[in-house]
């Protein structure tokens, strides 16, 4: 693959990295620097021939792309017969697409003359991967993640500790992923000197959400690619998984121009849109500024955020990517929401008809192309990005479905 | 017409002194209490002080200041608080200059032109938006200089001579120089880069420099007046809130205690 295929091309931001009314740099002074310094060496980076060889070795050798194009026929008849395939960023090393984003900015690092990362994590996902490459480099590494989520993903945690990697777990506000966002910027302050701000999606200030899509542009280069290979056609639509954005961003880049293609990001409704735990910020948030951008947020009327509820730790997030938002009010892109109850059936649904157990926050993506398929028909092809396994949420899905229950009822070994 | 932050600055020059400027949330631990608290800053020998705007991502503030502002939230303090509270301070002491310290968000959201006009309108003298880079300050900086509001820009010590000079003309009062790269909150040293920052700063504006984070003790305030025109307290403050756990008079006790300290200090250079 050469640097074209995966680096930028349409829809770059302004000067000021602003996606239409969306995006922009609202950081303290003491960052500017080192926000620059990033801004000027990705500029450099993305041109040089070597880190482009580098980054495609390590995404070929490391990571194992392409990763492959899955036909779902058994998952698709319960979505009205629609044909539905699945992008597998499950099966990238590490679990998920994160690791994209993370090599990139890893090779980042090294070319600042930085020799530690931080970052923050929902799910988990992305502080793996964040580990894993900390430990290919050698950098010394911290991850930011909500006290909530250390416990609904303790595996992640397990993992990245495994990996040689620091987890401090953030007691302060929702205790969440926007919680672990404010301490690593906090710690990003203080250590901007020898530390790099690793970050996981396509928000904060710029040029991050320009940047991590570029690192993520290769999933949907990749797959626009295999579907038409596979079915001679563009797909009529292509969804994904919105939290901050950063899956959905990757794949559905490519397809911008293909105005026949219709973009479906799914939000988490948590418990409804309408009640008030979800993390639906498209849909129900407002323009605002949150963690360095302005971009739809979950806030009050006095611009005070609103605490997001989602069963996914990598979508409970009351903000979203610049982009997304100006995707949306220039309506390229839909949003819609998913409920935690929706996206478990899917998960579910996945794993007994295709033998493919997804991330919660992948079968938010799914339930929507179940959804999306009966309202096609059977004539429609639906794109889905699977960005990421299932393995870290079982334990949630086993106290979902009652499992753990089961298996004792069913193997005869009560305790 | 000079403003009243460049008055109040002034008149702690012509005394050969630097100005004490000190910081408490609104709201914090109550509204009344917060206002209580605030006058008591200025009783104790602020010249100025900083009515901070509880926010739920304080992302640049460290524990203490974090703590203050949950609890001023979990009470249920609204933008309409903060106002009030600069309005009743402001009345009570019309000498002294009143500013609003926020993230930005809660402007955008509140009404950038809206803001400004009812800041001034409550008698305020200006704002500190950390989180609002000069590069993205136009619309804010159009409405304050109709409003006659002055607007503090921070420089830090990672800011480049080139950057100081962009920042400085931007902003107006005086410059927030921080005295270290991080967060809010108390150290036990003031640290060598303030000293260089500020003397980088100076050549860059004629606006006053003062020199805020981490200071707490009159030891640091007599420090830091020894090189810049200001000393700005903030935690140290709230923590001696935090630590009168709920005996309001001893609050106020103390924190008009540690402002007389700090005026005592900032006299010593």
């Known amino acids: ?415 | 017409m000079a403003s009243k932050l460049s008055s109040a600055l002034a008149a702690a020059k012509a005394e050969d002194r630097a100005a004490l400027i000190g910081y408490l949330p609104a709201g914090f631990p109550t509204v009344d209490g917060g206002i209580a608290a605030i006058n008591a800053l200025i009783e104790g020998g602020c010249d100025v002080v900083e009515v901070g705007l509880p926010h739920s991502d304080p992302v640049l503030d460290g524990p203490t200041i974090q703590t203050a502002d949950d609890i001023a939230l979990r009470g249920g303090v609204r933008i309409k608080d903060v106002l009030h509270t600069v309005a009743e301070v402001s009345t009570a002491h019309p000498g002294a200059a009143v500013l609003v310290m926020t993230y930005w968000n809660p402007v955008d959201r509140y009404g950038v032109a809206r803001f400004a006009a009812d800041l001034a309108a409550a008698g305020g003298a200006g704002c500190i938006l950390p989180d609002l880079p000069v590069e993205e300050s136009e619309e804010w900086r159009k409405a304050a200089g109709e409003h006659g509001l002055d607007t503090v820009f921070v420089v830090a010590p990672s800011s480049k001579d080139a950057r100081l000079a962009e920042v400085t003309a931007a902003g107006s009062g005086f410059v927030y120089a921080a005295a270290v790269m991080g967060v809010t909150g108390t150290r036990a040293q003031v640290g060598n880069l303030a000293e260089d920052l500020v003397a980088r700063t100076r050549a860059t504006t004629d606006l006053p420099v003062c020199v805020g984070l981490g200071v707490s003790t009159a030891e640091q305030a007599a420090e830091v007046a020894g090189f810049a025109d200001g000393v700005i307290v903030g935690s140290a403050f709230v923590q001696r809130i935090l630590d009168a756990d709920g005996d309001d008079v001893a609050a106020l006790d103390a924190v008009r205690a540690l402002a007389a300290d700090l005026a005592a200090g900032v006299r010593r250079r």
């Open chain 1, 1 to 415: 693959m050469s640097e074209k295929d995966y680096l930028p091309g349409a829809h770059v931001p302004d000067a000021r990295g602003y996606f239409g009314a969306y995006g922009g740099r609202f950081i303290p002074e003491a960052l500017v620097a080192a926000v620059e310094q990033v801004a000027e060496e990705y500029e450099k980076a993305k041109t040089d021939p070597a880190f482009t060889a580098e980054l495609d070795a390590l995404l070929k050798d490391y990571t194992g792309r392409p990763s492959p194009l899955t036909d779902v026929r058994r998952f698709s008849a319960e979505a009205g017969g629609a044909r539905i395939l699945l992008k597998r960023e499950d099966l990238n090393h590490t679990g998920s697409h994160k690791i994209n984003n993370v090599l990139g900015q890893a090779l980042l690092t090294k070319r600042m003359g930085k020799t530690r990362i931080i970052a923050e994590t929902g799910a988990g996902q992305h502080g793996v991967a964040t580990a894993t490459a900390c430990a290919l480099f050698g950098f010394d590494c911290t991850i930011y993640m909500g006290e909530v989520d250390t416990q609904r993903q303790a595996l992640n945690v397990a993992r990245m500790r495994m990996l040689g990697a620091e987890v401090v777990a953030v007691k302060s506000g929702s205790r969440t992923l926007k919680d672990a966002i404010n301490e690593a910027f906090r710690d990003w302050v203080a250590n901007v000197d020898s530390t790099h701000y690793l970050f996981g999606t396509v928000a904060g200030p710029h040029p991050f959400p320009m940047m991590v899509r570029d690192f993520h542009r290769v999933i949907g280069v990749e797959a626009r690619e295999q579907v038409l290979e596979r079915t001679g056609r563009l797909p009529d639509a292509v969804v994904a998984c919105v939290g901050g954005g950063s899956n959905a961003m990757g794949i559905f880049h490519e397809f911008i121009p293909d105005t026949g293609v219709r973009l479906i990001g799914c939000e988490a409704a948590g418990e409804g849109a309408d009640t008030p735990r979800h993390a639906a910020t498209l849909t129900k948030g407002d323009p605002g500024v949150l963690h360095g951008s302005r971009t739809y947020v979950l806030q009050d009327e006095d611009g005070q955020t609103i605490e997001s509820h989602s069963i996914s730790a990598g979508l409970d997030y009351p903000g979203v990517g610049p982009e997304h938002a100006w995707l949306k009010d220039t309506g390229r892109a839909e949003y819609r929401p998913v409920t935690d109850a929706a996206a478990m059936q899917a998960l579910r649904l996945l794993s007994r008809t295709e033998g493919i157990i997804p991330a919660i926050e992948s079968a938010h993506a799914l339930a929507g192309a179940l959804e999306l398929g009966r309202e096609l028909g059977p004539e429609a092809t639906i794109l889905v990005s699977l960005s990421g396994r299932g393995d870290k949420d079982m334990h949630t899905a086993a106290e979902y479905f009652g499992l753990y229950d089961q298996a004792t009822t069913e193997s005869g070994e009560g305790n």
